[in-house]
Structures are given as structure tokens and as C-alpha cells.
């Protein structure tokens, strides 16, 4: 069979989709980036494939610009074709930034983080995904007998992760009927979310590759256990120092930590349309649901909306540098960069108004009047997909973080989302959004 090497080079789009189109890789020059002609009406299509409304109609065009440090070059020694993809930045013909870049978004609120406070971001995001393998599975919760039924893949998996230069760390059978997750080392800055992006497209491409197919949608059955998506993040300065942790500060979390953590809090009603932006999102961001239904800061507490991660103290280890907090309520209908763009945005807010550290929630928030959580600073996140576009909306401060016209455009977009799955029932949302992501 003849063949000619390809290419692909994507953006992370706001349906939470890589979409991008492809050039010969022998047409790559030494040390030049990768481009494509891009069209900006491309931003409404959502994750149905419709086309929400949109104020550039059919006119306007863009540069898709590759960066070739985010390559995923996959050899999967199967016969079958090389995977090749980069990600890249949207930009106007003259080379500014596109407003709906999700990456020029992240890297322009990663500039904001450096300047108020003199830190870079270093983490990672925590997947689970859905894995449907054998008829009847209940109950192998962590069990190695439905580990050891999809090793083959789980090992194809985290190879193929080392070969995009992604850092595996560990896999496991989550709790959840056929549910696993698989977690990566950190790194920093925009690399936090490329490799995110990058992850779910190795993890697809491997279990193709073996007859599989794998789902990340938040929820795939009502009622079900979600799939969630964990930010892990701290902070390094100039000298690549930890300094998210402190061991005076209160759980060990420096003032930077608690402004940030205190910003993300508050904003986080007004916010979670970019972190859980999809309708069945809000039937996994519910109370004793282990995801995160209040605007609230735990410690080693998997209810919480933030979570301070544990530290090991054994043995000759490093606690600054494991310090870490996690966002909850995210998951894998979100581009992973207009995520976390929201959430160093929303930190940079509480850095810039020196919000205090929060306090801890230690007891169930979920039996506590609005009264009583309302003087805590503690609210109910918004309960449904329509209810949290409408804060965002509202939200005349999260729409100053962002380049004009921007929010408009993803209300749009995510209210025809809503639109196409009128009139169906949870069972179908649940499918629609299982075949989406
Ligand atoms: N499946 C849970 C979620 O929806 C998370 C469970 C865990 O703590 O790993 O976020
Ligand atoms: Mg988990």
C-alpha cells in the first residue's frame, strides 16, 4: 500500500475537542513551525458536531500554528499507521493571538500568575475514563482481576504516553464499574494542559488500536460513578523552588497558596461553566458523589471543591516539593487549557485582592443551611449546565479577564450544545456524551 506521513497539527477547542487539519510531515522544515489555515467560525462547533451561532459568519481567517515541543509521535508496532500530532496556538494572519485560542488564553493568564506574583504553574491533570470490557463487571473495584483483563492495553497506554513525551506515573481499575484512571507526572506552565489534552488522544488511539473504545465523558450511565478530571497544582519561583508550601502557614499552605485557593473559591461558581461544561456534569458535581459540589477547601478531604494532598513524611523526602492542591470539579468535556486559564485567572484575582487563606471545611456541607454556609464565604456550586452559564453570564469580573467578545461566544456555543439534546432523557444524555468524549 503506498502511504505518505502526516502531520496533524490541532488546536484544544472550547467544545473540549482537538480539531486541526494535517500537512506532510516531509514538508516540515528544520526548526519552522508547522502551519494551517484555520477558520474562526470553527469555534461554534460543539461537541455534536453543530454549528452554534457565530458573530464571524463565514468570513475571516487564521493561522493554526504548531508548536513542535508538544509532538506526539506514536509507533504502536502494530503495522498500522504512525500517529503524529502536535498541538498549536490560533493566531490572527499578522500573528497576534485569536481571542478564542484556548492556548494563547492559558499562556496570556500563566503571563498574569508570573507578573502579580513571580511564580510559574507545575502540575497535573488526573484522568478517569470508561472502559467497558466485560459483560456483567460489578464490584472489581481496584481488584487486580479487572486490571489484569485490560493490561494489555493499560501497558500499550503508558507506552504510548513515554513515547509523547508525557511522564507516566500510575494506572488503576477505579472504583467505578469499568472505570480506570491514569495519572502523569507534573511539569510547568502550558505544558500542564497540553499534555492533558495530549493524554486523551493517546489513550483513545491506544485502545483503537486494540478493538476498544474508551470514553471520558463525566457521566456515562444516570446515577452512575463520574468520571472526574484532578488539577493538581503549586507553585515554583525564579529558582525553581517549591513555594506553594509553607510550614508555618496554616496546613502547611503559603499566603500565596491561600490567595490563590481563596480567588479560585470565590470565582468558582461564576467559573465552573469552563471547568463542568456539559449537561450531565452537574448530575457528577453532587454531594457525597467524592467530586465537589460547594465552593469549598478540604484537606485530604476527596468531597472538597479543593483539596490539599497528602504528604508523606516517611523516610528522607522532600515536603515542599510534594505539596500540592487539587481542583475537584473539573472534568474531560472542558478544554483542558480554557480550564485552567479560568481557574489561574480566577487565582490571580484573589493573589491581586490579597484574599485571605480559607479556612478548612471538615464536616458534611450538604446538611448546613445556605444561611449558615453563606457566612463561611460556602455556597452550593450552580446545579445544572443552564445555571452555571447564567453566573458566568453574570459575572462582570470573570468577562474583564477575558478578551472581548469571548464569553458571548461560548454561551453561544454551549447553549445550542443544550439545544441539540432537548427533549432527552438522562439514559440518552449520558450516551450522547459518552460517544462525544
Ligand atoms: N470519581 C470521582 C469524581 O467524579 C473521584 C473519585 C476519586 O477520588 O478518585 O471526581
Ligand atoms: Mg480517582
Given at each position: 500500500?503506498?502511504?505518505e506521513?502526516?502531520i496533524?497539527?490541532?488546536t484544544?477547542?472550547?467544545?473540549g475537542?482537538l480539531r486541526?487539519k494535517?500537512l506532510?510531515?516531509?514538508?516540515l522544515?528544520?526548526?519552522?513551525a508547522?502551519?494551517?489555515?484555520?477558520?474562526?467560525?470553527?469555534?461554534?462547533?460543539?461537541?455534536?458536531?453543530?454549528?452554534?451561532?457565530?458573530p464571524?459568519?463565514?468570513?475571516?481567517?487564521?493561522v493554526l500554528?504548531?508548536?513542535m515541543?508538544?509532538?506526539?509521535l506514536?509507533?504502536?508496532?502494530?503495522?498500522?499507521?504512525?500517529?503524529d500530532?502536535v498541538l498549536?496556538d490560533v493566531?490572527?494572519?499578522?500573528?497576534r493571538?485569536?481571542?478564542?485560542?484556548?492556548r494563547?488564553?492559558?499562556?496570556?493568564?500563566?503571563?498574569?500568575?508570573?507578573?502579580?506574583?513571580?511564580?510559574?504553574?507545575?502540575?497535573?491533570f488526573e484522568?478517569?475514563?470508561?472502559?467497558?470490557h466485560?459483560e456483567?463487571?460489578k464490584?472489581?473495584?481496584?481488584a487486580?482481576?479487572?486490571?489484569?483483563?485490560?493490561?494489555q492495553?493499560?501497558?500499550t497506554?503508558?507506552?504510548?504516553?513515554?513515547?509523547?513525551?508525557?511522564?507516566?506515573d500510575?494506572?488503576?481499575?477505579?472504583?467505578?464499574?469499568?472505570q480506570?484512571?491514569v495519572t502523569?507526572?507534573p511539569?510547568?506552565?502550558?505544558?500542564i494542559?497540553?499534555?492533558?489534552a495530549t493524554?486523551?488522544?493517546?489513550?483513545?488511539t491506544?485502545a483503537?488500536?486494540?478493538?476498544?473504545?474508551?470514553?471520558f465523558?463525566p457521566l456515562?450511565?444516570p446515577?452512575?460513578?463520574?468520571?472526574?478530571?484532578?488539577?493538581?497544582?503549586?507553585?515554583r519561583?525564579?529558582?525553581?523552588?517549591p513555594?506553594?508550601y509553607?510550614?508555618?502557614?496554616?496546613?502547611k499552605m503559603?499566603?500565596?497558596?491561600?490567595?490563590?485557593?481563596?480567588?479560585?473559591?470565590?470565582?468558582?461558581p461564576?467559573?465552573?461553566?469552563f471547568?463542568?461544561?456539559?449537561?450531565?456534569?452537574?448530575?457528577?458535581?453532587?454531594?457525597?458523589?467524592?467530586?465537589?459540589?460547594?465552593?469549598?477547601?478540604?484537606?485530604?478531604d476527596?468531597?472538597?471543591?479543593v483539596?490539599?494532598?497528602p504528604?508523606?513524611?516517611?523516610?528522607?523526602r522532600?515536603v515542599a516539593?510534594?505539596?500540592?492542591f487539587e481542583?475537584?470539579?473539573?472534568?474531560?468535556?472542558?478544554?483542558?487549557?480554557?480550564?485552567?486559564?479560568?481557574?489561574v485567572?480566577a487565582?490571580?484575582?484573589g493573589i491581586?485582592?490579597?484574599f485571605?487563606?480559607p479556612?478548612?471545611?471538615?464536616e458534611?456541607?450538604?446538611?448546613l443551611p445556605?444561611?449558615?454556609?453563606?457566612?463561611?464565604g460556602?455556597r452550593?456550586?450552580p446545579?445544572?449546565?443552564?445555571a452555571?452559564?447564567?453566573?458566568?453570564?453574570?459575572?462582570?469580573?470573570?468577562?474583564?479577564w477575558?478578551?472581548?467578545?469571548f464569553?458571548d461566544?461560548?454561551?453561544?456555543?454551549?447553549?445550542?450544545?443544550?439545544?441539540?439534546?432537548?427533549?432527552?432523557?438522562d439514559?440518552?444524555?449520558?450516551?450522547?456524551?459518552?460517544a462525544?468524549?
Amino acid at each position: 500500500m503506498i502511504t505518505e506521513p502526516l502531520i496533524f497539527v490541532a488546536t484544544s477547542d472550547i467544545a473540549g475537542k482537538l480539531r486541526g487539519k494535517a500537512l506532510l510531515t516531509r514538508h516540515l522544515k528544520d526548526g519552522q513551525a508547522p502551519e494551517v489555515g484555520w477558520t474562526p467560525t470553527n469555534v461554534q462547533i460543539t461537541c455534536f458536531d453543530g454549528i452554534a451561532e457565530s458573530p464571524y459568519g463565514a468570513l475571516g481567517d487564521l493561522v493554526l500554528v504548531g508548536d513542535m515541543a508538544t509532538r506526539a509521535l506514536l509507533d504502536f508496532g502494530d503495522q498500522g499507521p504512525i500517529e503524529d500530532f502536535v498541538l498549536g496556538d490560533v493566531l490572527h494572519l499578522d500573528g497576534r493571538p485569536w481571542e478564542c485560542c484556548t492556548r494563547s488564553l492559558l499562556k496570556s493568564a500563566l503571563e498574569r500568575l508570573q507578573s502579580s506574583a513571580g511564580v510559574t504553574l507545575f502540575g497535573a491533570f488526573e484522568h478517569e475514563f470508561h472502559l467497558p470490557h466485560r459483560e456483567g463487571d460489578k464490584g472489581e473495584g481496584y481488584a487486580l482481576s479487572a486490571f489484569r483483563s485490560e493490561r494489555q492495553l493499560l501497558e500499550t497506554l503508558m507506552a504510548s504516553l513515554a513515547q509523547a513525551s508525557i511522564g507516566p506515573d500510575t494506572i488503576m481499575k477505579e472504583y467505578g464499574p469499568d472505570q480506570y484512571e491514569v495519572t502523569v507526572k507534573p511539569t510547568s506552565g502550558v505544558a500542564i494542559a497540553d499534555q492533558a489534552a495530549t493524554l486523551r488522544e493517546v489513550c483513545r488511539t491506544s485502545a483503537e488500536r486494540l478493538g476498544k473504545t474508551l470514553s471520558f465523558a463525566p457521566l456515562v450511565e444516570p446515577g452512575g460513578i463520574g468520571n472526574g478530571v484532578h488539577i493538581h497544582l503549586s507553585f515554583r519561583d525564579s529558582k525553581d523552588r517549591p513555594v506553594a508550601y509553607d510550614a508555618a502557614g496554616p496546613h502547611k499552605m503559603s499566603a500565596l497558596t491561600g490567595a490563590f485557593i481563596g480567588g479560585v473559591l470565590h470565582h468558582l461558581p461564576a467559573i465552573v461553566a469552563f471547568l463542568a461544561p456539559s449537561v450531565v456534569s452537574y448530575d457528577r458535581l453532587i454531594p457525597h458523589r467524592w467530586s465537589a459540589a460547594f465552593n469549598n477547601l478540604g484537606a485530604q478531604d476527596r468531597e472538597a471543591a479543593v483539596r490539599l494532598c497528602p504528604i508523606r513524611t516517611f523516610g528522607d523526602r522532600d515536603v515542599a516539593a510534594q505539596f500540592n492542591f487539587e481542583i475537584r470539579a473539573c472534568d474531560a468535556a472542558a478544554s483542558p487549557h480554557l480550564a485552567l486559564a479560568a481557574i489561574v485567572l480566577a487565582g490571580v484575582a484573589g493573589i491581586e485582592a490579597d484574599f485571605p487563606t480559607p479556612d478548612v471545611t471538615a464536616e458534611d456541607l450538604s446538611l448546613l443551611p445556605d444561611a449558615d454556609l453563606a457566612v463561611r464565604g460556602l455556597r452550593r456550586l450552580p446545579t445544572s449546565l443552564d445555571a452555571a452559564l447564567d453566573e458566568l453570564d453574570a459575572s462582570d469580573t470573570v468577562r474583564g479577564w477575558f478578551p472581548d467578545g469571548f464569553i458571548d461566544i461560548y454561551l453561544a456555543h454551549k447553549r445550542d450544545e443544550m439545544r441539540t439534546l432537548a427533549g432527552k432523557d438522562d439514559a440518552a444524555l449520558c450516551a450522547a456524551y459518552q460517544a462525544a468524549y
